[in-house]
């Protein structure tokens, strides 16, 4: 079993900056496949960031050069810069372990004036 929590959403204005944390329940070098996803209403979850074992982060082209994953052992972030109102979204923090998938409860991210 994995525990995900996430924290760091909120309100921003267009242009400014954001950092999302994710706490894991167990050492993040040990997942398949760890990252960062979004939804809004309506419309389907989508990928914003992911880190898959042995390779290197992979962006959506929405947020290539805007956004940054990184992580440590114990946590994944997502520093997100430029912020833009599409950027609005309810953020999940998701892993893939032991073959299963699991996800965070979300964050509200809100790029508002």
């Known amino acids: 079993q994995v525990q995900l929590v996430e924290s760091g959403g909120g309100l921003v204005q267009p242009g400014g900056s954001l950092r999302l944390s994710c706490a894991a329940s167990?050492?993040?070098?040990?997942?398949?496949?760890m990252g960062w996803y979004r939804q809004v209403p309506g419309k389907q979850r989508e990928s914003v960031a992911i880190?898959?074992?042995?390779?290197s982060p992979n962006y959506s082209d929405s947020v290539k050069g805007r956004f940054t994953i990184s992580r440590d052992s114990a946590r994944v972030y997502l520093q997100m810069s430029m912020l833009k109102p599409e950027d609005t979204a309810v953020y999940y923090c998701?892993?893939?372990?032991?073959?299963?998938?699991?996800w965070g409860q979300g964050t509200q991210v809100t790029v508002s004036s």
């Open positions: 998701g892993a893939n372990w032991g073959l299963k998938d699991y």
């Open positions: 167990r050492n993040i070098f040990t997942f398949n496949r």
């Open positions: 880190i898959i074992r042995g390779s």
